[in-house]
Nanobody, 116 residues
Framework: QVQLVESGGGLVQPGGSLKLSCVAS????????MGWYRQVPGKERELVAR???????NYADSLKGRFTISRENAKSLLYLQMNNLKPEDTAVYYC??????????WGRGTQVTVSS
């Protein structure tokens, strides 16, 4: 069974940084383009960044220059370095395949709160 476990979230002040991690098991991690999604209450989950197994990245336009996605295929790990965080980045962050999230079930996500 696929298991996705996200971690690294927390409370941070505007302008601060966080690094999220996702470990995947039960699937061949290197077969997938992987991405980070985020969701706020009342809104659909949105894809914010994705990375192919060979290292090609793509970001939502609003995040370019602030977020960096990376991965370690041998360890089935996905990361999201988030810098210069803004209150509007507050959300629960999830990892999954991208641009279509086909891995099930979703992980529990990790809460990121940006507030002074």
């Amino acid at each position: 069974q696929v298991q996705l476990v996200e971690s690294g979230g927390g409370l941070v002040q505007p302008g601060g940084s966080l690094k999220l991690s996702c470990v995947a098991s039960g699937t061949i991690f290197g077969d997938y383009t992987m991405g980070w999604y985020r969701q706020v209450p009342g809104k659909e989950r949105e894809l914010v960044a994705r990375m192919t197994s060979s290292g090609i990245t793509n970001y939502a336009d609003s995040l370019k220059g602030r977020f960096t996605i990376s991965r370690e295929n041998a360890k089935s790990l996905l990361y999201l370095q988030m810098n210069n965080l803004k209150p509007e980045d507050t959300a629960v962050y999830y990892c999954n395949s991208a641009p279509v999230a086909i891995l099930r079930p979703w992980g529990r996500g990790t809460q990121v709160t940006v507030s002074s």
